[in-house]
Nanobody
Framework: QVQLVESGGGLVQVGGSLRLSCAAS????????MGWFCQAPGKEREFVAW????????NYADSVKGRFTVSRDNAKNLVYLRMNSLKPEDTAVYYC????????????????WGQGTQVTVSS
């Protein structure tokens, strides 16, 4: 059974940093693009970042460019989201997701999802 498990969320002050991790049980992890999405209370699920099979390409939402960095370690079946200069507006549940082949900014395109990890940024 395919399983994605996020970790690393928590409570952090404005301007602080966190690194989220996602462990994937996919047998062909390197064949999947990986995405990060977030969902705040009362809002739609939003795109945060994606990374391609071999880390050749990355993409970020405008709101996180220059602050967040997505990376992956295919040998360990892990994907990361490094979050710097955190703002209260970043408060949300963060999800990792897997999509075979080409990446996408649309949540509906992703086949596998984790359960999410809560990030809370206090002012």
């Amino acid at each position: 059974q395919v399983q994605l498990v996020e970790s690393g969320g928590g409570l952090v002050q404005v301007g602080g940093s966190l690194r989220l991790s996602c462990a994937a049980s996919l047998q062909t992890f390197s064949s999947y693009s990986m995405g990060w999405f977030c969902q705040a209370p009362g809002k739609e699920r939003e795109f945060v970042a994606w990374i391609s099979w071999m880390s050749e390409y990355t993409n970020y939402a405008d709101s996180v460019k220059g602050r967040f960095t997505v990376s992956r370690d295919n040998a360990k079946n892990l994907v990361y989201l490094r979050m710097n200069s955190l703002k209260p507006e970043d408060t949300a549940v963060y999800y990792c997701a897997a999509k075979y082949y080409s990446p996408s900014v649309y949540s509906v395109d992703y086949r596998y999802w984790g359960q999410g990890t809560q990030v809370t940024v206090s002012s």
